[in-house]
């Protein structure tokens, strides 16, 4: 489990921070059509946009996919569906989406892993010596985060467990891959720490689901990929192939990767402080990979884990048939996520296959019927799983948050402190965004 040490400043702070002048005065000259425009209907800006529209403001979310929820989807192109992105409601005692889904009445239990777990090395059942081997690895690094001292400095993980050796370092920190999504000399020590720990639930009926449900009633226009946003007037305009749209201020909620792509430009570009801290901000690339599996089981109990460890920087963890529906559910994540993305699906197809078959056998191979593979990585709208912040750049979170121009907030999973990384999290800060943008008067 993530170790989520320290507390995301909350939306008061945020919101005494974000001293934004009162834009009313400028609605008639530049044709103000809405408050405020917000961009990317993932779980931010739904929530954003929730908290204007209590507050009394009208706002208007521009989506540039065909549905809602961003990074949580609830895949069904092959049927059974499957959580494709966002999958547990972490931390459950202080996360938003509890209560959410209790206010919409769905179901979130505790997670169930069901049919036990098994670690394989290159196909073959790895040794009991070598599992403990790996147990006492994986153990590192919450035992260090104990003892170093990182008032000085921070460190990358990979530093932190330095001194191990090469293969119990690698061993100790692959365990991040799919946790993170990223490679271990490119995660701060510091921004690991702070993550907040805490119960997980699931939503046995999809998480992206509930996140799309959340977004009944809003004003949501899909298929509007924004290409610029003009700031150097006394409000915003927002273009999209549609047209452009006025507003006095903008909430931007889209992912990190798609900023650092400069997918959407800035006129005037950002402020030198605003890009220092995207460039201090990585995205990772946890991915999931879907098999059709139809026919024989292999005597396999639904809900067990299988994982291919024999490998570090490659490994992979298959969910067999989870909650017994016919699929098997790949995980990976950091460079070896990013190659099969580049790779695509037939291939990746390939080589799941192969690693399924040197674990169960050659008739499996005749079982897969079919593949999705969302592949976060390489979508040109999320351009990664989630963000990390890279080794000595912990406060870039908290200084992507700053007001830009009085007007421009940015806000998500990666400006959540502690929070970060989860759908919780950008939720929090969704919200804070709005209850400071609120104070603005139409």
């Given at each position: 489990?993530l170790?989520?040490?320290?507390m ?11 001293a934004?002048?009162m ?24 929530a ?34 499957y959580d494709a ?40 059942p790895?040794?009991?010596?070598d ?40 061993i100790?920190?692959s ?8 490679e ?17 639930l ?50 931007v ?21 605003t ?7 990585g ?9 059709k599996v ?5 005597g396999?109990?639904?809900?067990t ?6 490998s ?13 529906k016919d ?16 790779a ?17 056998g ?11 593979f ?11 799983s989630?963000?990390v ?11 992507l ?19 970060a ?10 919200r ?11």
């Amino acid at each position: 489990m993530l170790d989520r040490r320290t507390m995301l400043t909350g939306s008061v702070a945020m919101s005494a921070s974000l001293a934004l002048p009162m834009l009313g005065a400028h609605a008639a000259d530049t044709d103000v059509q809405t408050d405020v425009v917000i961009i990317g209907a993932g779980a931010a800006g739904l929530a954003a946009a929730h908290g204007l529209k209590a507050a009394g403001r009208k706002a208007i979310v521009l989506e540039a996919r065909d549905r809602v929820g961003g990074r949580a989807f609830t895949d069904t192109s092959l049927g059974p569906a499957y959580d494709a992105g966002a999958m547990f409601i972490h931390w459950a005692e202080r996360n938003p989406w509890v209560q959410i889904a209790r206010d919409l009445g769905v179901a979130t239990p505790d997670e169930s892993w069901g049919g036990g777990f098994q670690v394989f090395s290159d196909g073959k059942p790895m040794a009991d010596a070598d599992r403990q081997k790996r147990r006492g690895a994986f153990g590192q690094i919450d035992r260090r985060l104990e003892t170093v001292d990182l008032a000085k400095r921070d460190l990358s993980v990979k530093d932190l467990l330095g001194d191990l050796g090469p293969d119990l370092s690698q061993i100790a920190s692959s365990g991040l891959l799919l946790s993170i999504g990223e490679e271990s000399d490119r995660i701060s020590t510091r921004d690991y720490q702070r993550l907040w720990a805490g119960d997980d639930l699931v939503v046995p009926s999809g998480y992206g689901n509930l996140v799309a449900r959340y977004g009944a009633g809003l004003d949501i226009r899909l298929n509007q990929p924004v290409g610029e946003i003009r700031w150097d007037g006394p409000g915003v305009v927002v273009t999209t192939p549609s047209g452009s749209l006025r507003a006095n201020a903008c909430i931007v909620t889209v992912p990190v990767g798609v900023l650092k792509a400069g997918a959407i430009r800035f006129t005037p570009e950002l402020p030198m402080r605003t890009r220092d801290a995207l460039d201090g901000i990585g995205m990772g690339a946890l991915t999931k990979i879907a098999l059709k599996v139809e026919g024989d089981r292999f005597g396999i109990t639904p809900g067990t884990s299988f994982l291919e460890a024999g490998s570090p920087h490659r490994m992979m963890n298959f969910d067999l048939f989870p909650e017994d529906k016919d699929l098997i559910v790949a995980y990976c994540g950091g460079d070896h996520a990013r190659e099969l993305s580049a790779a695509g699906p037939d291939a990746t197809r390939d080589h799941l296959t192969t690693l399924l078959t040197s674990m169960i056998g050659s008739d499996i191979a005749k079982a897969i019927t079919g593949i999705s593979f969302p592949a976060w990585w390489t979508d040109p709208f999320s351009r990664g799983s989630y963000s990390v912040c890279l080794p000595g750049r912990e406060a870039a979170r908290e200084q992507l948050a700053e007001p830009i121009g009085g007007r421009i907030v940015i806000a998500g999973e990666a400006t959540a402190g502690g929070g970060a990384m989860t759908v919780g999290g950008a939720t929090l800060a969704g919200r804070a965004a709005a209850a400071a943008l609120a104070r603005i008067k139409a």
